[in-house]
């Protein structure tokens, strides 16, 4: 990937809310400077031109929920060198994933008048559960500079530099006050990967998890104090089964607090 060939970049959706694809577009300067390094030849986001792959670099922002989005990927493995998973939805289930703690028939049938014309799985799961996937960047939404960040890398050879501390390291460094020793509320922040920039503990919130567990975190010891710290029945295990909350690590901790 170097000299004067320009790889090919592919970006996909499946079940998501398109924030991820929409922190890539809102790179705005950035993203001339991306268009020059690369050639985004597939993005129905950005344009409807396409160009055939197969594709360099392909990107994928969602979650795989439907047999058809099961088959799709298998093709976009084949068509792509490297592949990115692109948010929450695509490294953990995301907000689908909920229905994977409950009886997906059961959701469907208090939803819709007709779920006999529905085509779906009984899991919301992560691109990693299907093929094999070269990187993931977490996030609901994504930091769009991780994103730049990581093109950046596989363009040059490299690692990408991501953030290796949780969202607490984020929190001394905006100066914000700990919600969870000050005032007792339950927050993520020990947990959770740094990227979002503690924007809901800056603003007097608890973390929740938006960016996924933080390999380093402690969470044997965590789980049991934010139950401690309840305000109502259920609402840690709850907190930890939320937007990451199929990731392996946010799962067992929920499990061993679960009543």
């Not at 007709?114 to 977490?138: G, N």
């Not at 919600?179 to 947990?191: D, F, K, M, R, T």
């Not at 390999?215 to 109502?232: C, M, Q, T, V």
Request: aromatic fraction near 8%; hydrophobic fraction near 40%.
């Amino acid at each position: 990937m170097s000299g004067a060939y320009k790889p090919k970049v592919a970006v996909y959706k499946f079940s998501s809310c398109d924030g991820c694809q929409l922190s890539l577009l809102n790179l705005e300067d950035e993203l001339l400077d991306l268009a020059g390094a690369v050639e985004i030849a597939y993005f129905l986001e950005a344009t409807r031109a396409e160009q055939p792959g197969p594709y360099d670099i392909g990107i994928v922002e969602g979650s795989i929920t439907t047999p058809h989005e099961e088959e799709r990927i298998t093709e976009i493995r084949r068509e792509c060198k490297l592949l990115i998973a692109l948010g929450t939805c695509a490294t953990a289930g995301g907000i689908q994933a909920l229905r994977n703690f409950t009886d997906a028939d059961r959701l469907a049938e208090n939803v819709y008048p007709h779920p006999e014309y529905l085509h779906y799985l009984t899991k919301a799961t992560p691109i990693s559960e299907h093929v094999q996937v070269d990187l993931e960047i977490w996030g609901c939404p994504v930091n769009k500079y991780m994103v730049l960040e990581a093109i950046a890398a596989l363009l040059q050879n490299r690692k990408p530099n991501f953030p290796p501390y949780s969202v607490c390291m984020e929190c001394k460094r905006r100066g914000a006050v700990c919600v969870l020793v000050s005032q007792g509320i339950p927050c993520l922040g020990p947990a959770t990967q740094a990227g979002c920039g503690a924007i809901c503990p800056a603003n007097g919130r608890g973390c929740y998890g938006c960016f996924g567990p933080w390999p380093g975190a402690n969470l044997e010891s965590l789980a049991p104090a934010l139950k401690d710290l309840e305000r109502y029945p259920g609402e840690a295990m709850r907190l930890l089964r939320n937007f990451a909350g199929y990731a392996p690590a946010f799962r067992k901790a929920a499990d061993s607090i679960k009543e």
